[in-house]
């Protein structure tokens, strides 16, 4: 996942931030507890949603406690306690698609990444071991995705929907998968959640890979690399690419009205509904302005 | 049952016109147009008979016959469309299994394939999330059949999630304006307020 998923801290309240920090530094205290201190420089927005997301649907809400950053002592933070399994998934997420990600990059990067890259993989690969053995099903998933990627792209007949598939499948799968884990509160149904969750995984995953695909056009095009967006030409493209964002998160956000509101939906609503669309706004514009420009 | 004020979202304590609102935007938010072309369209409607059952249930508390016959008819399970050439198309599509759907309309031949056929495959793909395809597939069967409600409904629909104009969302008044033209609206009035303050002064 690229870090796409954030919020947007302007239209916050004091709380809700205060909220969504602590799940932040809760996750990177995991990632170094079940992996390595190193292993907290992988601390990504998205799986800090995903740990907000598994939070939600927990009965009790975290308890938090006041401690100091590791990276830097003049900070404070608020940890949440890690009884519940939201931040363990979430860490392990994070290493495995990290690996994956990283494996990757191994393939198309410049050289002197490249050796960058092989100097870490043996970290990577030992923190997604041992990821992988606590949770097979996030490992399977992942290399899933991977490897479906790797095939829809080399598909000469590939379309945009093909391309954006495996990864949201991917997270598909990993919403669904909290339903399996975290002891759901009441009144939420195993069967519906579980749906629901893997619908608004689906279109989230889709925003996803969209949007990194519209921010990478410029550098694909200049390397003839692959992008969903370059598969046929067509006439307005940004018009085009918004459509499809707007579409994917609005696919979100209807399968997310279905879910029982709970504690942070102020925040999840902040991120679909203001931060995202921002997000989009801000990558589709420099395509527009360059048309503009153009005409 | 639940709570129906609990179902509804408000205090026991609000008066009609409050509880009539927040029927309405439920209603409006679960309505079955919607999730029509959702994986989650039973899921939707589950929770719309839930919102009609705690308004009837309030209103019957209430004593105030002359709200119950607000909804009836106007927020039903919208499946009015009878004529169609694919009852096993539509019944397994209802049934979440699309690829047998898929298939049987793949072996349609291509000089047989009117507008429903074309509205079908876009339903497929919505269900599946392949947004794209499916949006083609549903402009297709719209411009094929204009007058038919059913594609017509399905293509505008889906026009309005693809500039992110979602019904039950913009209108619920949460506060987070979620397309352009709400930001916009904000800062229209937020710039009149400054302009009235500043020559108050």
Same mark, same amino acid.
């Given at each position: 996942m690229f870090g796409y998923i954030k919020v947007d801290q302007a239209n916050l309240l004091g709380k809700e931030f205060e909220a969504y920090n602590g799940i932040y530094c809760t996750l990177c205290r995991q990632l170094g507890k079940d992996y390595s201190v190193f292993a907290r420089l992988i601390l990504s927005y998205d799986c800090t949603f995903y740990a907000m997301l598994a939070l939600d649907l927990c009965e009790q809400p975290p308890c938090y406690q006041e401690g100091r950053c590791r990276f830097n002592p003049f900070k404070k933070c608020h940890y949440a306690d890690? &009884?519940? =399994?939201a931040f363990s998934l979430a860490a392990a997420l994070s290493v495995i698609s990290a690996y994956y990600k990283l494996r990757d990059n191994l393939l198309d990067s410049p050289w002197y990444k490249r050796i960058l890259y092989r100097l870490v993989q043996p970290f990577f690969a030992s923190w997604r071991k041992k990821a992988a053995k606590k949770y097979p099903e996030i490992d399977e998933s992942v290399s899933k995705m991977m490897d479906r990627q790797l095939e829809a792209e080399q598909d000469q007949n590939c379309i945009l929907d093909q391309a954006a598939d495996p990864t949201a499948t991917m997270l598909s799968e990993m919403c669904g998968l909290l339903t399996e884990y975290i002891p759901l509160r009441?009144? =939420? &149904?195993k069967d519906n959640t579980k749906r629901i969750l893997q619908s608004m995984g689906y279109a989230m995953g889709r925003w996803i890979y969209l949007i990194d695909a519209c921010d990478d056009l410029e550098k694909d095009q200049k390397r003839h690399n692959f992008n969903p967006f370059l598969l046929d030409h067509r006439v307005d493209l940004p018009a085009y690419m918004q459509a499809n964002l707007n579409h994917a998160l609005s696919d979100a956000l209807l399968s997310y009205g279905l879910l029982d509101k709970c504690r942070y939906d102020s925040i999840i609503r902040n991120v679909l509904c203001v931060s995202c669309v921002n997000i989009q706004t801000k990558i589709i514009s420099k395509y527009s302005d360059a048309k503009e420009t153009e005409d | 049952m639940n709570n129906p004020y609990e179902v509804l979202g408000v205090s026991e304590t609000a008066t009609d016109e409050e509880i009539k609102t927040a029927y309405r935007n439920l209603a409006k938010k679960y309505h079955p147009d919607n999730y029509n072309d959702s994986p989650l369209a039973d899921v939707a409607e589950e929770k719309m008979k839930e919102v009609n059952e705690a308004y009837d249930r309030i209103c019957e508390m209430r004593r105030n016959g002359s709200h119950s016959s607000y909804h009836t008819g106007s927020y039903g399970t919208g499946n009015s469309y009878n004529r169609t050439s694919y009852p096993d198309v539509r019944q397994y599509i209802m049934n979440g299994r699309l690829d047998d759907a898929m298939e049987l309309l793949n072996g349609i031949p291509d000089t047989n394939r009117d507008a429903e056929w074309y509205f079908l495959m876009g339903m497929i793909f919505s269900r599946k999330g392949w947004n794209d395809q499916a949006y083609s597939y549903f402009q297709r069967a719209y411009q094929m059949d204009p007058s038919n409600p059913e594609f017509s409904a399905a293509f505008n629909n889906m026009n309005a999630r693809r500039t992110y104009n979602n019904p039950g969302y913009n209108t619920a008044g949460n506060g987070m304006g979620c397309s352009g033209c709400d930001i916009c609206t904000g800062m229209l009035c937020a710039n009149c307020l400054c302009n009235c303050c500043s020559r108050g002064c």
């Amino acid at each position: 996942m690229f870090g796409y998923i954030k919020v947007d801290q302007a239209n916050l309240l004091g709380k809700e931030f205060e909220a969504y920090n602590g799940i932040y530094c809760t996750l990177c205290r995991q990632l170094g507890k079940d992996y390595s201190v190193f292993a907290r420089l992988i601390l990504s927005y998205d799986c800090t949603f995903y740990a907000m997301l598994a939070l939600d649907l927990c009965e009790q809400p975290p308890c938090y406690q006041e401690g100091r950053c590791r990276f830097n002592p003049f900070k404070k933070c608020h940890y949440a306690d890690t &009884q519940s =399994l939201a931040f363990s998934l979430a860490a392990a997420l994070s290493v495995i698609s990290a690996y994956y990600k990283l494996r990757d990059n191994l393939l198309d990067s410049p050289w002197y990444k490249r050796i960058l890259y092989r100097l870490v993989q043996p970290f990577f690969a030992s923190w997604r071991k041992k990821a992988a053995k606590k949770y097979p099903e996030i490992d399977e998933s992942v290399s899933k995705m991977m490897d479906r990627q790797l095939e829809a792209e080399q598909d000469q007949n590939c379309i945009l929907d093909q391309a954006a598939d495996p990864t949201a499948t991917m997270l598909s799968e990993m919403c669904g998968l909290l339903t399996e884990y975290i002891p759901l509160r009441e009144p =939420l &149904q195993k069967d519906n959640t579980k749906r629901i969750l893997q619908s608004m995984g689906y279109a989230m995953g889709r925003w996803i890979y969209l949007i990194d695909a519209c921010d990478d056009l410029e550098k694909d095009q200049k390397r003839h690399n692959f992008n969903p967006f370059l598969l046929d030409h067509r006439v307005d493209l940004p018009a085009y690419m918004q459509a499809n964002l707007n579409h994917a998160l609005s696919d979100a956000l209807l399968s997310y009205g279905l879910l029982d509101k709970c504690r942070y939906d102020s925040i999840i609503r902040n991120v679909l509904c203001v931060s995202c669309v921002n997000i989009q706004t801000k990558i589709i514009s420099k395509y527009s302005d360059a048309k503009e420009t153009e005409d | 049952m639940n709570n129906p004020y609990e179902v509804l979202g408000v205090s026991e304590t609000a008066t009609d016109e409050e509880i009539k609102t927040a029927y309405r935007n439920l209603a409006k938010k679960y309505h079955p147009d919607n999730y029509n072309d959702s994986p989650l369209a039973d899921v939707a409607e589950e929770k719309m008979k839930e919102v009609n059952e705690a308004y009837d249930r309030i209103c019957e508390m209430r004593r105030n016959g002359s709200h119950s016959s607000y909804h009836t008819g106007s927020y039903g399970t919208g499946n009015s469309y009878n004529r169609t050439s694919y009852p096993d198309v539509r019944q397994y599509i209802m049934n979440g299994r699309l690829d047998d759907a898929m298939e049987l309309l793949n072996g349609i031949p291509d000089t047989n394939r009117d507008a429903e056929w074309y509205f079908l495959m876009g339903m497929i793909f919505s269900r599946k999330g392949w947004n794209d395809q499916a949006y083609s597939y549903f402009q297709r069967a719209y411009q094929m059949d204009p007058s038919n409600p059913e594609f017509s409904a399905a293509f505008n629909n889906m026009n309005a999630r693809r500039t992110y104009n979602n019904p039950g969302y913009n209108t619920a008044g949460n506060g987070m304006g979620c397309s352009g033209c709400d930001i916009c609206t904000g800062m229209l009035c937020a710039n009149c307020l400054c302009n009235c303050c500043s020559r108050g002064c």
